[in-house]
């Protein structure tokens, strides 16, 4: 849906214009499940997004109006719900008690949320969700916070409110995204750089269709502990280390014996996609795409055999891809257990692509893919007004 019609319904709803930002979801090209353990990541903004449009009210009420669920929600902003509800709501108001929590208390307003990143697909619908939600009510309260702070907010949202313990790597790139660029972020010290991504190659996402849902925590708070285990076990030899970032494979080895094989796995996965992601950003500098592809399959092997947070679906989707004619490389992106590949293609074979994988996964699996070829961004801001 375009931004003026998302507008217009503001409109319509709540009898005023309204300002209207973007939000992009991201894809990350390589660096999964590193940015918890403060290591490095590859993602880029996508042109799928939340749109928030917000008009102020001079009480102290929030009316959020999900054009997607076609429901409304009405908040007293002097008293906040202080618990998620496992509903789309609770990404909006987690954003709000947040800034609450910061002595940030807005006057009421009228919200009106729409969005087209698919839900629980790995492309983070819900940072895309929070960013939105969080440009358009600072600038509101006339507060400004800079780029970095606004992704803090919504990762310190999605960890306290929503029960998520996500890391800053999805918020982050929904804020910081560059036009036909991927980020090189250092997720310790937020350090970033933009990487141009060549026109002749696309990013081609194929959604599986399986779902998956990081909200409260399940298997993705799961794997978190395992490496927070591993990692204290880790300490007992080397106690400067403080994350997985300050730990080379060679430590990680010493310490196998000691620890259950699964703690070793996933500390395994999260060591060498560290190391992964700084060798796939050299690639990417020299455009050698067919190393690049290859880094992506040692990846995809990696949270799937050592992290296990693919599934049958997503590694038939890698397998298919990995046969298509110009396809350099394909592996699952996000937080896993479902969601999407992301596969690197020649822009030339994209249609062919397309076609094969769509058809081949259909007749393995009866599910029809979806399949987004996605420019990379810019992050999220205002967008121009129209009338
Ligand atoms: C989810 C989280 C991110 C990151 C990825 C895995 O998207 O929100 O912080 O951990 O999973 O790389």
Not at 337 to 351: E, Q
């Amino acid at each position: 849906m375009s931004a003026q019609s998302i507008q217009e319904i503001h409109s319509k709803r709540f009898g005023t214009q309204g300002v209207v930002y973007q939000a992009p979801g991201r894809v990350n090209l390589i660096g999964e499940h590193t940015d918890t353990s403060e290591g490095y990541v590859m993602p880029a903004a996508l042109d799928l997004r939340t749109i928030s449009v917000l008009s102020p009210r001079s009480d102290t009420t929030a009316n959020i109006y999900s054009v997607n669920f076609d429901e409304q929600v009405t908040l007293d902003l002097q008293h906040l719900p202080s618990r998620r509800r496992s509903h789309w709501s609770d990404y909006p108001t987690s954003v709000l008690w947040t800034l609450a929590q910061r002595e940030i208390h807005p006057a009421g307003f009228d919200l009106t949320l729409s969005g087209d990143v698919p839900l629980g697909s790995g492309l983070s619908s819900s940072a895309s969700v929070e960013v939105a939600v969080a440009v358009a009510v600072l600038a509101h309260a006339g507060i400004t916070l800079t780029k970095p702070a606004i992704a803090k907010v919504c990762q310190f949202s999605e960890n306290n409110f929503v029960g998520a313990q996500s890391g800053i790597m999805d918020p982050f790139t929904s804020c910081c995204g560059v036009e036909n660029h991927a980020l090189l972020i250092d997720c310790r010290s937020l350090d970033y750089e933009a990487l141009p991504l060549a026109s002749e190659v696309l990013l081609v996402i194929c959604n599986s269709m399986v779902k998956h849902s990081l909200a409260g925590g399940g298997e993705y708070n799961a794997r978190r502990a395992e490496v927070q285990a591993g990692v204290r076990i880790l300490q007992q030899h080397y106690p400067d280390i403080h994350t997985l970032r300050d730990v080379t494979e060679e430590q990680l080895r010493r310490c196998e014996n000691e620890m259950p094989e699964e703690i070793f796995r996933r500390c395994l996965h999260v060591v060498t996609e560290n190391a992964r992601v700084l060798q796939a950003a050299e690639a990417l500098r020299s455009g050698d795409f067919l190393g690049f592809g290859r880094i992506m399959h040692q990846a995809h092997v990696s949270m799937r055999d050592n992290y296990a947070a693919s599934c049958m679906e997503t590694d038939l989707l890698v397998e298919l891809a990995a046969r298509q004619p110009g396809c350099f490389g394909a592996r699952i992106t996000g937080g896993g257990f479902g969601g999407c590949t992301i596969n690197l293609v020649a822009a030339d074979h994209a249609d062919n692509f397309v076609r094969d994988v769509r058809s081949g996964y259909k007749d393995a699996t009866g599910i029809q893919a979806e399949i987004y070829l996605s420019r990379a961004s810019n992050g999220a801001g205002p967008l121009p007004q129209v009338s």
